[in-house]
């Protein structure tokens, strides 16, 4: 019998293909998701504008998007400190008790999300182009 072909990730993370924050979240996830639960595509790319067709953004959001459920009819699209927790929630270990955090007020949450957002490439660096995956993890990256 053949072996079963791995698991299509439920999950479509998208970022800011330039930013160094943006970048390391995207490690961080992929280093932490061995069931393979995310996928990832920059936010410039096709498979972003695939996925957030027909979906109302704020305007000028350039930082990370979740997208869960990506491939179904339920797909949602989460934003600011909502993806942030989400993604952290889909993490194995102790990374999904950031959970709770959830209890905090959005309005509070977000307002901090914003203000790292804001200085983001101050912080964090920003790069030319948007670096690509190792062949590792190639085939979790789309255009």
């Known amino acids: 019998m053949p072996p079963a ?3 299509q990730p439920r999950h479509l993370l998208l970022f800011d293909g330039v930013c160094g924050l943006c970048h390391r979240v ?11 639960l995310f996928a990832f ?3 410039a790319g096709p498979t972003a504008r695939e996925a ?8 000028g959001l350039d ?4 997208v869960k459920d990506w491939q179904t009819p ?7 400190s909502d993806a942030a927790l989400a993604i952290a929630a889909g993490l194995p270990g102790a990374w999904r008790w950031l ?4 209890f905090v007020p959005r309005a509070i949450r977000d307002r901090l999300y914003r203000l790292v957002a804001r200085h983001r490439y101050r912080l964090f660096g920003r790069f030319e182009t948007c670096r690509l ?11």
């Open 5 to 7: 072909p791995p698991p």
């Open 26 to 36: 995207v490690l961080f996830t992929l280093d932490r998701d061995p069931s393979g």
């Open 41 to 43: 595509a920059p936010l």
């Open 52 to 59: 957030l067709a027909g979906v109302s953004l704020p305007a």
């Open 63 to 66: 930082s990370v998007i979740l």
């Open 74 to 80: 339920a797909k949602q699209v989460l934003v600011e």
């Open 99 to 102: 959970a709770v955090l959830r």
């Open 133 to 143: 995956p190792g062949a590792v993890h190639a085939e979790r990256f789309l255009p």
